[in-house]
């Protein structure tokens, strides 16, 4: 059994580009969610996404945007970005949209300078 | 959503056994209790969940007094392996309201 794999690890962006980060879901899982966690701080949730439909949004602007993908996996894109944006971003899958345990990616770094 | 409060860090040596309380005292009716425990530059890993009294599984257990406005997560006799930063959330299951944790220390 794959577990939650994120791509890219790291990454450099400046102020005002567009990233796109990818998070392949673990097998059988159709509930992705992303998170942000700035340095030192617990992660906050951004949205999630259920069967390809986004099913809930934490405080985060318009500019974070999102897609899942038939075979469950996901795509987080931000654009316009800002030096507030440098973080951690989680992806966390899990079997069903409630009840369960969410496994988590290890994450990708990005860095905008 | 509500609201959790738990130590910002604690020590511990090697063998002992640690308890991590943590304070919900807006706790909901349908607001279950989840510990998630985080290394550095990992994503976090799920240890426990419950509802009410005591909840054990393999790594932990969980103590949730009858008010439900409280809990303490016990690990015990840690090992140096279980430095981490540990979370204590409430509310949805699935869109997890993360605060700043607990840093644990264990030291040899």
């Known amino acids: 059994e794959t577990g939650v794999t994120q791509s890219p690890t790291h990454l450099i962006k400046t102020r005002g580009q567009q990233v796109t980060l990818r998070c392949s879901s673990q097998s059988g899982h159709n509930t992705v969610s992303w998170y942000q966690q700035a340095l030192g701080q617990g992660p906050q949730f951004i949205f999630q996404y259920y069967r390809e439909e986004e099913n809930g949004r934490g405080n985060f602007p318009p500019r974070f945007s999102g897609l899942q993908f038939p075979n469950y996996s996901s795509e987080l894109n931000v654009n316009a970005l800002e030096l507030d944006d440098s973080a951690l971003y989680l992806c966390?899958?899990?079997?069903?949209?409630?009840?369960?345990?969410?496994?988590f990616g290890p994450g990708t770094r990005l860095t905008v300078l | 959503l509500a609201k959790t409060t738990q130590p910002i860090s604690m020590d511990s040596y090697e063998g002992q056994e640690v308890n991590i309380t943590c304070s919900h005292n807006n706790i909901a009716t349908n607001d279950y209790i989840t510990w998630y425990q985080q290394f550095p530059s990992q994503g976090p890993r799920f240890i426990i969940q419950?509802?009410?009294t005591k909840v054990t599984n393999e790594v932990a257990s969980l103590f949730i007094p009858a008010d439900r406005k409280s809990s303490t997560l016990s690990l015990p006799r840690v090992s140096l392996s279980d430095t981490a930063v540990y979370y204590c959330?409430?509310?949805?299951?699935?869109?997890?309201?993360f605060g700043t944790g607990t840093r644990l220390q264990v030291f040899p």
């Open positions: 959330l409430v509310g949805d299951t699935d869109k997890l309201i």
């Open positions: 419950g509802y009410k």
């Open positions: 966390a899958s899990s079997l069903e949209v409630s009840g369960d345990e969410q496994f």
